[in-house]
């Protein structure tokens, strides 16, 4: 993988966090994707929404398969801990990791063709396993390292760079994680940061599998007129629910207005945030009406943005497996091996 490193030098007084750094010390290497390729975008909200959440970067562990998607956490949080796994499979690596070491914060990135292909019994066990995790699907409905064949997620009726039709069914990713149990299920757009930092920083703060596919062009091999997902068709036909605003950390700022107005909510550090109450007939806590909403809407065309599930007190795999509280790294000798009593003990109780 071709690494270029960005040059050192910054203006002194940009601004900083809670925690003292600045947005370039959440950046990685310069990237070697496509200028104008939507996962650069990606890439540049989710150093934003860990920024602004003033995540230390030692604290993150970036997963991700192959793929343009999956490169892009070289361009990222650069003093964090990384691993590029095999096609596929980063959702069973990235299991592992949180198993071994629940104390970092897990951000797995992957593409559609990475996901929704040879990775789909992943994606779908790791979701329905409630693993405490971020996964973004960088979404272009090609595969782009590959140039440019259909992927699983394109329309049916979209066409290829070259006019091929596709003729096969496509997966929506979003369904399928709600059929799943994901408790917290967004769909975003690479060019609406405004909507999707947000969404990161939320998802981050969730406890549970977190899951967001984000619509993101391939301007080399899926941005013509008879695809679904190039730039000018996500813009005609998205479809945003709601607005989304998150605080994390702080004592809590009370509010109270009316549903469908906006509030200007004063933070703590003196800026201030409009809130958006959503309108009384989306509520993201049905997930069978997410459900049909999606449908409802995809029949139609149109494309929901925006979080569409998410359930407040969710459990993690960690939770259910009722597992110990520190990392095994820092457990000794003895509490790792408890030694053949403890194993008689076991074996005693499955006869
Ligand atoms: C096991 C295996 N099969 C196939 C490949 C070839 N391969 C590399 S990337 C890729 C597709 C990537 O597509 P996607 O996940 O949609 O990411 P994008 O490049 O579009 O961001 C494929 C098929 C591989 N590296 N390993
Ligand atoms: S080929 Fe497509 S997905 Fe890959 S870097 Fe270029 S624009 Fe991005």
Avoid: W
């Amino acid at each position: 993988m071709t690494y270029l490193a960005k040059p050192k030098f910054h203006h002194p007084s940009l601004p900083k966090n809670e925690i003292g750094f600045t947005r370039r010390d959440y950046e990685a290497s310069t990237s070697t994707l496509c200028a104008g390729c939507g996962h650069d975008s990606i890439s540049a909200s989710i150093i934003e929404a860990c920024f602004e959440l003033s995540i230390e970067p030692h604290r993150v562990a970036k997963i991700s398969g192959i793929g343009c998607s999956s490169k892009t956490p070289d361009y990222f949080l650069g003093a964090s801990h990384g691993f590029n796994s095999v096609h596929g499979r980063m959702p069973s690596v990235l299991t592992g990791a949180n198993l071994a070491n629940r104390e970092l914060i897990y951000l797995g990135v992957s593409g559609d063709g990475d996901s929704a292909s040879i990775g789909f019994g992943q994606f779908a066990h790791s979701v329905r396993r409630a693993v405490n995790m971020t996964y973004i699907v960088e979404n272009n409905g090609v595969y782009g390292l590959t140039k440019g064949q259909f992927s699983a997620t394109a329309d049916r009726g979209s066409k290829s760079k070259k006019g091929a039709l596709n003729s096969d069914s496509s997966i929506d990713l979003v369904a399928i994680a709600l059929q799943l149990g994901a408790t917290f299920v967004a769909r975003s757009f690479s060019g609406d940061k405004g909507q999707l930092v947000p969404l990161i920083k939320a998802a981050i703060a969730h406890k549970g599998a977190a899951f967001i596919d984000v619509i993101s062009p391939c301007i080399a091999f899926n941005n013509h007129a008879g695809s679904t997902k190039s730039l000018d068709y996500v813009r005609e036909h998205n479809e945003a629910v709601n607005a989304l605003d998150i605080m994390v950390g702080r004592d809590p700022i009370t509010v109270n207005y009316a549903p469908g107005k906006v509030a200007a909510v004063t933070q703590h550090d003196g800026s201030v945030l409009n809130l958006r109450k959503l309108n009384d007939e989306y509520d993201p806590h049905d997930r069978l009406a997410a459900m049909n909403f999606l449908q409802r809407h995809a029949a139609q065309g149109q494309i929901v943005t925006g979080l569409l599930y998410v359930e407040a007190d969710a459990d993690d795999l960690h939770s259910n497996l009722d597992t110990v509280e520190t990392p095994l790294n820092q457990l000794d000798t003895a509490a790792l091996c408890p030694g053949a009593s403890a194993l008689d003990k076991i074996n005693a109780s499955l006869r």
